[in-house]
C-alpha cells in the first residue's frame, strides 16, 4: 500500500471515528438496543466505504460494471463530504470547550474551586449540543440533496433561449439559430434512452447551426462508439462543427504506453468526422449564408488554470482570418475568454464554452445563482459581457464522477442571432 492511498485511509477513519463521537451524543439518552443498532450500522457503512475505495486501488476499478462504478463512488463521495460538513462544527465545538477548559483552569489557578455544585470537576467540559446538533443538520443539506439530484437530475434537459444583438452580425442572417451543446461526457451514460431524449430535443428547435464545444468523452474513444447512430442525428443546414474539450485527450487514463494514448486521440478525432461533424483543429473557416458570411473560430483546449491543459493556438487558429466578420470562438474553457481573447482578439464577437458544469450542484433562481464552481471560474455558467465581446458558459449536457445534478440542469442553449 503505498503513502498516499495509508494517509488516504486514516484520513477517512480519523473523520469517521469524529464524527461518530457527535453521534453517541445524539443517542445518549436513547436505549441501549438502539444506541448498538445505530453503533453497529454506523461502523458497518464506514467499512464498506473504505473497502471500496481499497478495492479501487488493488484493483482495476475501470473494469467494474459501470452501475456499480459510478454509484459506489458516488455514494462515498456524499457520504464523506456530509461527514466533513459534520466535522467542521465538532472542530468549532472543539475550539470551544479548549477556550472553556482554559479559563476554568485559570479559575482554578488563581482560587476557584476545582469542583463544581454536582461533584464533577470544574475541568470536565462537556459538548455544546447545539453546536453538534447544527453540525448534522448542515451536513443532512448535501446529503439529501444530492441524493435527491442523482433521482433524474443528471438527465432534466433544460432549453435556455438566448437573443444576442450585434451590428456586425449580417443582416441577411437575422434570426439564425445556432444551437450549443456541451459536455455531453458520453462515456458517463447507463443507456441509450437518455442521450436520445437530448437530440431529440436539440432536433425540435430546428437549429441552422449546431456547435458543440468539447468533451465528448470522460476518456476514451470506444466510450463514444455504442452511441454513434444517435450522435449521426444531429444535422443542421449550415453544419455541426465541435472542438476537443480537456477530456478528450485522454489525459486523465492510465494508458499502457504513449502510443496507445495517440491511438485513442487520432480514433476520437476520426470519430467527429464518422458522425458528420467538422472537427476544428486550432483552425477556422467562413460560413456562407443567404449571400452573406461569418467565422467560426475553433481552438484546442485551452486554460488559464495550471491544473488543465494547454492545447489550443489561437494564432494559429485565426491565421488569414477576416477580422471584419462576425466571430464565433468555440473555446472549451472559459478561463480562456479573460486570458487571451478580450485582450487580443477584438474581433471576437461571441466565445462558446462549457467545462464547469456548473459544477453539477448549486442555486439558480430568477435574479440569483450561485454554485461552488464560482470560487474557480469567474465566469461559470451563463452570458458575459466586456465591451462588445460575449462569451457563453453552457452548463453541460452530461455529468462526470457525481451522477447527479442539483440546481444546475443539463442544458441545451439556443442562440438566435440579429443585426438588432
Known sequence: MSIRILILILILFGIDLYVFQGIKLLIQHKSLSVQRAVSISYWIVSFLCITVVLL????????????????????????????IFVTVFMLLDDIVRLFRLLAAWIAIRFGSSPVKPDGSSALQISRLNFLVKLGFIAGSIPFFSMIYGMMGGATRYQVRNIKLKSPRFPQAMNGLRIVQLSDIHIGSFMSEEPLERAIDLVLKQKPDLILFTGDLVNDRH????????????????????????????????RWP???????????LKNFHGEVGWKLLLNDHLTVKHEGTEFNIVGVENWSARRAFQHYGDMPKATR??????????????????NAEVTKHYPYVDLTLSGHTHGFQY????????WSPVQYMYKE????????????????????????GRVGILPEITVFELSNG
Open 380 to 403: 461559470w455558467a451563463d452570458l458575459y459581457s466586456s465591451g462588445a465581446q460575449n462569451l457563453y458558459v453552457n452548463r453541460g449536457l452530461g455529468f462526470i464522477g457525481y451522477p
Open 56 to 83: 479501487a486501488q488493488f484493483t482495476e476499478w475501470r473494469s467494474w460494471p459501470k452501475l456499480i462504478r459510478t454509484y459506489s463512488f458516488a455514494v462515498i463521495v456524499i457520504i464523506y463530504l456530509s461527514k
Open 320 to 337: 488569414g482570418i477576416n477580422s471584419e466578420n462576425f466571430t464565433v470562438l468555440m473555446s472549451h474553457d472559459p478561463s480562456h475568454w
Open 222 to 253: 470506444d466510450e463514444a462508439v455504442p452511441y454513434q447512430h444517435l450522435l449521426r442525428k444531429l444535422q443542421a443546414p449550415l453544419g455541426v462543427y465541435s472542438v476537443l474539450g480537456n477530456h478528450d485527450y485522454g489525459d486523465y487514463y
Open 257 to 267: 504506453s504513449i502510443e496507445s494514448k495517440a491511438e485513442n486521440l487520432a480514433k
Open 362 to 369: 448549486g442555486v439558480e433562481i430568477p435574479g440569483f445563482k
